[in-house]
């Protein structure tokens, strides 16, 4: 007889303000990308402040896949080492379990001059297409075909080109940056996405002997320089700025004050703006974080997301968990991902005021959440459960952890370190 496997819930019962200091770790949304920018060359790669999280995990498995070595240390680092040929085709099962396995498009063409890879899986909360990475690969010479879910691109030889976005992809932003570092001429790409992570990106490949001018800009000029002449490097990876947001939050509907340690100010502040004015202080920790400190109830203020440096899609979830307990109403708008609302019938269970109007959220804040049994559908709407189970009056039970694992580094212990009421088992 089979032995029935208990899936795991977190568990918050939790009155009171925080206090204390958490460290902000690696960001998810970089160390992805840099892992499968490694591919770009051979040689042994070291990334250091690597977020312990199962993503990670997903893509050692991919590089493994495809003929690379990857050695996790117990200190958040992470060697890679590639020697002699990848190979083309990367596992359909491995591929299917999150949207990043496609940041191996860009660099294995690059390489390899092929890939096969089935379309990606990940976070569902809408359609997420791949027609601008495949469009700017095609604009260097790439021919790329689709049949039964899988994408096969060949190209022996890469050329530079010009190309405009019509929206700014971080996902195709990121591969046609790492397709163009050794292709032959110069691309420019207008309309690039400037997220932080994107900019990491650029700084490891410039580490490995790329050239890249407008990091951080709108537009990108890549320099193809030979294969040979890029090599492995050191690099540690950006803290996470959706993981500092989701301590930020916390503290927010819980009161106190709270020290987030390599918390990066920069990397945030439209967002941090907002919570500004929603009536959070932020102080400076001379360099090394932020410290974040709570007023007696939240203001409501109207939202909406945008690309970099506006507000990040990613942060939403965890804004409207912010406006069920603020004082007043406002309107959350959705501009990138319509779908992307799921988790309102799981804050509505606990007792959030929140009306859908196509990708409009309207919001009323009551004075407390009522605790209840929730599930997350996706990483960010797991963690906006989290922080919404602060506000609650009773116990909150979240099943569907494994989505919050994908994405957040000890989660449960971090928010024990600065006084939160929570448990898994």
């Known amino acids: 007889m089979t032995e029935k496997v208990v899936e795991p819930v977190i568990r918050i019962d939790h009155r009171g303000p925080l206090h204390g200091t958490v460290r902000v770790p690696g960001a998810k949304n970089s160390v992805l990308k840099l892992m499968a920018a490694t591919v770009l060359a051979d040689g042994e790669f070291n990334l250091v402040n690597v977020p312990e999280i199962v993503d990670v995990d997903i893509m050692a498995d991919l590089l493994r896949s495809i003929g690379s070595q990857v050695d996790t240390g117990s200190d958040g680092s992470l060697r890679i080492t590639h020697s002699g040929e990848l190979s083309t085709s990367v596992p359909a099962d491995l591929a299917g379990r999150m949207r990043a396995s496609i940041n191996l498009l860009g660099p294995l063409v690059s390489r390899v001059g092929k890939i096969?890879?089935?379309?990606?899986?990940?976070?569902?909360?809408?359609?997420?297409?791949?027609?601008?990475h495949v469009a700017g690969l095609e604009a260097m010479g790439a021919t790329c075909t689709f049949s039964d879910g899988v994408l096969t691109v060949n190209a022996p030889r890469l050329v530079g080109a010009d190309i405009r976005f019509s929206f700014p992809s971080v996902g195709a932003t990121e591969n046609l940056?790492?397709?163009?570092?050794?292709?032959?001429?110069v691309t420019t790409i207008d309309g690039a996405a400037r997220e932080p992570e994107v900019a990491d990106l650029c700084r490891f490949l410039v580490a490995m002997g790329a050239q890249i001018e407008g990091i951080g800009e709108?537009?990108?000029?890549?320099?193809?320089?030979?294969?040979?002449?890029?090599?492995?490097?050191?690099?540690?990876?950006?803290?996470?700025?959706?993981?500092?947001?989701?301590?930020i939050a916390s503290v927010a509907v819980a009161g106190g004050e709270v020290d987030m340690i390599d918390a990066q100010r920069n990397d945030m502040q439209m967002f941090l703006h907002r919570c500004t004015e929603m009536g959070l202080v932020f102080t400076d920790l001379d360099g090394i974080g932020v410290?974040?400190?709570?007023?007696?109830?939240?203001?409501?203020?109207?939202?909406?997301?945008?690309?970099?440096?506006?507000?990040?899609?990613?942060?939403?979830?965890?804004?409207?968990?912010?406006?069920?307990?603020?004082?007043?109403?406002?309107?959350v708008t959705e501009n990138l991902y319509?779908?992307?609302?799921?988790?309102?019938?799981?804050?509505?269970a606990l007792g959030a005021n929140i009306k859908m109007h196509e990708h409009h959220a309207e919001i009323t804040g009551v004075q407390r959440l009522s605790g209840a049994s929730v599930i997350a559908h996706d990483i960010r709407?797991?963690?906006?459960?989290?922080?919404?189970?602060?506000?609650?009056?009773?116990?909150?039970?979240?099943?569907?952890v494994g989505h919050i694992d994908r994405g957040y580094d000890d989660l449960v212990g971090r928010l024990r370190e600065i006084g939160v009421g929570i448990s898994r088992g």
């Not at 970099?308 to 965890?318: H, Q, S």
């Open 381 to 400: 709407a797991g963690a906006a459960l989290v922080v919404a189970g602060l506000a609650a009056d009773g116990v909150t039970t979240i099943s569907g």
């Open 291 to 331: 410290r974040a400190t709570a007023p007696e109830r939240l203001r409501s203020v109207d939202v909406q997301t945008l690309p970099y440096p506006g507000v990040a899609t990613d942060y939403k979830p965890l804004v409207i968990a912010m406006l069920s307990v603020a004082d007043g109403s406002a309107v």
């Open 116 to 132: 096969e890879i089935a379309l990606p899986g990940g976070d569902d909360f809408g359609l997420r297409p791949i027609d601008m």
């Open 338 to 348: 319509p779908g992307r609302f799921r988790y309102v019938d799981e804050l509505q």
């Open 177 to 185: 940056v790492t397709a163009a570092v050794c292709a032959d001429g």
């Open 218 to 247: 709108s537009t990108l000029r890549i320099t193809g320089v030979p294969h040979g002449t890029l090599h492995s490097v050191s690099h540690r990876v950006v803290p996470d700025r959706i993981q500092a947001a989701t301590y």
